[in-house]
């Protein structure tokens, strides 16, 4: 049933492809890395069509593959101003003049976007427009920079915030289905039961 296909970046974000039914040619892909290219050839090989391109959050490492795909792309809108302007992102990640362009291509609003398949959850805190997407019938959600396996994503950057973040873990990242397993932004794979148990970053931010 299904499949998901892991793509590391160079910048160490994870690009995922999911194919949620193998009976199927529709494939999603979660987040735009810079060097989306490996990504695309994997769709490409396998005679898959993208069915939408969906952006956990609006940082570079995520979202600068944008203008190399043909598949519409979905992100809060909260993030526009962040995926459409990488330039000052990009020169504190660098710390080199490499001149990148203002992306002036189509951004849909996630909240517009419907599939019976897929949950869509709004969890501020690393960046006002971070979002999950949950899998039903995967069993998975992919979290992007809101909670990895062995930390939760900085709230220090532009529209970052703690009190955000602390209310995104308690309202969102604890409702999810313990048997769940998280695909994030960096890093490995981890059940949320086990992320709840060992992820001390994360419990330091649960109430009582
Ligand atoms: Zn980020």
Redo the contacts with the bound molecule.
Sequence with gaps: MGNIETFTSFTT?NCYVVTPDNNSDICYIIDLPPDVEPALEYVKNNNLSIGGCLLT?G?F??SLGMEKVDGKIYINLDDEFLARNPQEQLSAFTNSELEVQEYTGELNDIFTYKNKNISIYSNPG??KG?VSYEFKNLGVVFT??FVFAEGI??TD?YSGSTSEMKESINNIFLTFNKDLEVFP?HGNTDTVKNILNYNSYLKEFING
Aim: aromatic share 0%.
């Design positions: 974000s959050h940082h490492d995520h690393h960046t971070s992007g920079d994503g900085r950057l932004g």
